[in-house]
């Protein structure tokens, strides 16, 4: 269901910029005598162009449909989609000059004009069918997280279910009235929670289920699609069994390739600048230029992590940084706004300690307190890296239940992990490295 709908957008997103571009042409031209044939020489150069404004919408959370808020918030988005991918649009157009005979600089604008009002139109579209056309469900369990399931239901209904029922005492009485009440109300999914499939009294209940034509689905399962985080507190050990998998070869060797290619392009790219930023550190504070700092990484193996310091030497204080934290330097603050400080990270890179994309390592005094948490050593089978899954999802933990949280997410990229949602992160990073501030 949830590729269905991201596929329905991305047809929809489809057809609203050959929509506009066609629109463009008539308004330009007024001519549709000629309409074909200026569509006919403007379809190529364009479609180059609508790779990058597809690009814009995915990374500012477009297909993420749950995430959708309403109507003004969507016209927000859609707005900083055309200024972004406009602006991207006329660069290429003046880096590939010879492949945009047309130069069809002066179409942009109208045509940026129409995608805003036409994909404004097409998403609260989308927002009425999502909502229209939903899954209905029957819950079973009951949990803080299976609340905040049920909760987040209510008060999502684009997010594309129906709560039919929520059965939170779970008994036989319970499970004998279930097949009844999917007959009834027509219910087309049934969630179970974890420990329901480990009970066989219970079990044969929902085994009855199966002639009626209902899904199910575990809960783990469930709270993953619709979160994009594993529910850690209502999993055990056999899920991780089922689900984990550490050794993946060939998404390793092309992971390395990736690593090394890009790290060496950044370093050629920011050597300059990192010399500007050492002349800047050695001239504003007293202290050495590079930190280090040891952190836990692979197999739980310590390794030096380095970056540009950005507190003043021999700083002591709270673990975590803190809101206006007198530690960080002036000339500090800029580095860790732009995140320029984490470019030393480029040498843990090249020496293979971290990926690009991974759980992010942490301290090794954080760490010890971090053992607390439930599976947290399962980070640990796979390389960390400079930005991960939580990073791009989630705010930096400042709390031992936001780094609890996010481990969930952490715990979340080592199942899926793929080339594909390693480029996804990478983008995604890129991007809020670039519209942070705005």
């Given at each position: 269901m949830n590729t269905v709908k991201k596929t329905i957008l991305l047809l929809g997103d489809i057809a609203v910029l050959y929509g506009a571009l066609a629109i463009t042409l008539i308004l330009r031209y007024w001519d549709t005598t000629q309409l074909s044939e200026r569509l006919a020489a403007h379809i190529g150069p364009f479609s180059a162009l609508f790779?990058?404004?597809?690009?814009?919408?995915?990374?500012?959370?477009?297909?993420?449909?749950?995430?959708?808020?309403?109507?003004?918030?969507?016209?927000?988005?859609?707005?900083?989609?055309?200024a972004i991918s406009i602006s991207?649009?006329?660069?290429?157009?003046?880096?590939?000059?010879?492949?945009?005979?047309?130069?069809?600089?002066?179409?942009?604008?109208?045509?940026?004009?129409?995608?805003?009002?036409?994909?404004?139109?097409?998403?609260?579209?989308?927002?009425?069918?999502?909502?229209?056309?939903k899954t209905r469900v029957v819950i079973l369990g009951n949990s803080p997280l299976i609340n905040e399931t049920a909760a987040y239901l209510k008060k999502n209904p684009h997010a594309g279910y129906e709560l039919v029922?929520?059965?939170?005492?779970?008994?036989?009485?319970?499970?004998?009235?279930?097949?009844?009440?999917?007959?009834?109300?027509?219910?087309?999914?049934?969630?179970?929670?974890?420990?329901?499939?480990k009970d066989l009294s219970m079990?044969?209940?929902?085994?009855?289920?199966?002639?009626?034509?209902?899904?199910l689905m575990r809960f783990s399962e469930f709270y993953e699609i619709n979160f994009e985080k594993e529910p850690l507190r209502e999993l055990d050990e056999g899920w991780f069994v089922e689900n984990i998998s550490t050794r993946r070869p060939f998404f390793d060797i092309a992971k390395r390739i990736f690593d090394i290619g890009i790290a060496i392009i950044c370093v050629l790219v920011f050597f300059i600048p990192s010399l500007l930023?050492?002349?800047?550190?050695?001239?504003?504070?007293?202290?050495?230029?590079?930190?280090?700092?040891?952190?836990i990484g692979k197999n739980g193996i310590a390794f030096t992590l380095y970056k540009f310091r950005t507190m003043t030497h021999n700083a002591e204080g709270a673990?975590?940084?803190?809101?206006?934290?007198?530690?960080?330097?002036?000339?500090?603050?800029?580095?860790?706004?732009?995140?320029?400080?984490?470019?030393?990270?480029?040498?843990?890179?090249?020496?293979?300690?971290?990926?690009?994309?991974?759980?992010?390592?942490?301290?090794?005094?954080?760490?010890?307190?971090?053992?607390?948490?439930?599976?947290?050593?399962?980070?640990?089978?796979?390389?960390?890296g400079l930005t991960g899954w939580a990073q791009v999802l989630y705010k930096p933990s400042a709390s031992l239940e936001e780094a609890y949280e996010k481990l969930c997410y952490d715990v979340y990229y080592i199942k899926n992990r793929s080339f594909l949602l390693d480029v996804v992160i990478f983008l995604k990073t890129i991007k809020y490295l670039f519209t942070a501030s705005l």
């Amino acid at each position: 269901m949830n590729t269905v709908k991201k596929t329905i957008l991305l047809l929809g997103d489809i057809a609203v910029l050959y929509g506009a571009l066609a629109i463009t042409l008539i308004l330009r031209y007024w001519d549709t005598t000629q309409l074909s044939e200026r569509l006919a020489a403007h379809i190529g150069p364009f479609s180059a162009l609508f790779s990058i404004w597809l690009l814009v919408l995915y990374l500012h959370d477009l297909y993420r449909y749950r995430s959708f808020r309403d109507t003004f918030w969507l016209f927000k988005k859609i707005a900083r989609v055309s200024a972004i991918s406009i602006s991207l649009s006329i660069i290429v157009l003046y880096l590939f000059p010879s492949f945009f005979e047309l130069t069809p600089k002066t179409n942009l604008l109208l045509f940026s004009v129409l995608f805003l009002l036409l994909a404004q139109f097409w998403r609260t579209v989308a927002l009425y069918l999502f909502a229209s056309g939903k899954t209905r469900v029957v819950i079973l369990g009951n949990s803080p997280l299976i609340n905040e399931t049920a909760a987040y239901l209510k008060k999502n209904p684009h997010a594309g279910y129906e709560l039919v029922e929520w059965m939170d005492a779970i008994n036989t009485t319970a499970l004998q009235k279930l097949a009844t009440l999917v007959q009834s109300s027509h219910v087309h999914l049934v969630v179970i929670p974890q420990h329901l499939t480990k009970d066989l009294s219970m079990l044969r209940f929902i085994y009855q289920l199966l002639p009626l034509e209902v899904s199910l689905m575990r809960f783990s399962e469930f709270y993953e699609i619709n979160f994009e985080k594993e529910p850690l507190r209502e999993l055990d050990e056999g899920w991780f069994v089922e689900n984990i998998s550490t050794r993946r070869p060939f998404f390793d060797i092309a992971k390395r390739i990736f690593d090394i290619g890009i790290a060496i392009i950044c370093v050629l790219v920011f050597f300059i600048p990192s010399l500007l930023i050492t002349f800047f550190i050695a001239v504003t504070s007293k202290g050495p230029i590079i930190y280090s700092q040891k952190r836990i990484g692979k197999n739980g193996i310590a390794f030096t992590l380095y970056k540009f310091r950005t507190m003043t030497h021999n700083a002591e204080g709270a673990l975590w940084t803190e809101t206006n934290d007198t530690r960080i330097t002036s000339f500090g603050k800029i580095l860790r706004a732009s995140h320029l400080d984490e470019l030393p990270q480029l040498i843990n890179i090249l020496n293979n300690t971290i990926s690009f994309v991974g759980p992010r390592p942490e301290r090794t005094e954080l760490s010890l307190q971090y053992t607390q948490f439930p599976y947290y050593d399962i980070r640990h089978v796979v390389k960390p890296g400079l930005t991960g899954w939580a990073q791009v999802l989630y705010k930096p933990s400042a709390s031992l239940e936001e780094a609890y949280e996010k481990l969930c997410y952490d715990v979340y990229y080592i199942k899926n992990r793929s080339f594909l949602l390693d480029v996804v992160i990478f983008l995604k990073t890129i991007k809020y490295l670039f519209t942070a501030s705005l």
